[in-house]
């Protein structure tokens, strides 16, 4: 059975701290790796990886696939109260099945 | 902008009650989802259609039917509504099997 695991499943920091997620996977064809930031409604897209060691870089907000160790992280630098989202890294496989979700990262940014 | 649109933002509905949640895209997308998401326990797929009248059951469909009868809907059934079905539920589709676009989410009470 296919399985994602995010960590921390919380996490509080202050402004301008950088952040690090965590997200490891299980997946029989992997094909694609995904980032979503929730705020207080639908999921937006932030990265897909295929390829390992392709840093992807928006703004602040970068991350990096590890193919070998079946990891993924997500890295927020000078984090702002903005920033205050559930992060959900979800994973496709090759077949014709839908995307699995981890359970999310809840980040908290405080002033 | 594309857009994936749940009719209901907020639902309160009585025990036994039969519940609707519909969802339009306006993609001609001809992949759409139906999720549950509950703290602690991340997104969870209760069925999802490749195409117009088909449908497959996801992780957790018992006590939830699926309805596609034109490419742009897919409605969420609660037959007999539970309170364990309370819950944030969210629509998804998408072109192809990994670039999901959300609805807003519909916030279902069930007392």
């Known amino acids: 059975e296919d399985k994602v695991v995010q960590s921390p499943l919380s996490l509080v920091v202050h402004e301008g701290d950088t952040v690090t997620l965590n997200c490891s996977y299980e997946v029989t064809n992997f094909r694609s790796l995904l980032w979503y930031k929730q705020e207080k409604k639908a999921p937006t897209f932030l990265f897909m990886l295929?390829?390992?060691?392709i840093e992807k870089k928006s703004g602040r907000l970068s991350s990096i696939l590890d193919k070998k160790e079946l990891f993924s992280i997500l890295n927020i630098t000078a984090t702002q109260t903005g920033d205050s989202a559930v992060y959900l890294c979800a994973v496709a496989d090759s077949g014709n099945t839908p995307l699995v979700f981890g359970k999310g990262t809840r980040l908290s940014v405080i002033a | 902008d594309v857009k994936v649109t749940q009719s209901s933002r907020y639902l309160v509905k009585r025990t036994g009650e039969k519940v609707f949640l519909e969802c339009v895209q306006d993609?001609?997308?001809?992949?759409m989802f139906w999720y549950r998401q509950d703290p602690g326990l991340g997104l969870r797929l209760i069925y999802f259609?490749?195409?117009?009248?088909?449908?497959e059951k996801g992780d957790i469909p018992e006590g939830y039917s699926v309805s596609r009868e034109k490419k742009e809907r897919f409605s969420l059934i609660l037959e007999s509504a539970s309170t364990n079905q309370t819950s944030m539920y969210l629509c998804a589709s998408s072109l192809n099997l990994y670039g999901y676009t959300f609805g807003s989410g519909t916030r279902l009470t069930v007392v």
């Open positions: 259609s490749y195409d117009v009248k088909m449908k």
């Open positions: 295929t390829s390992s060691g």
């Open positions: 993609m001609d997308h001809e992949n």
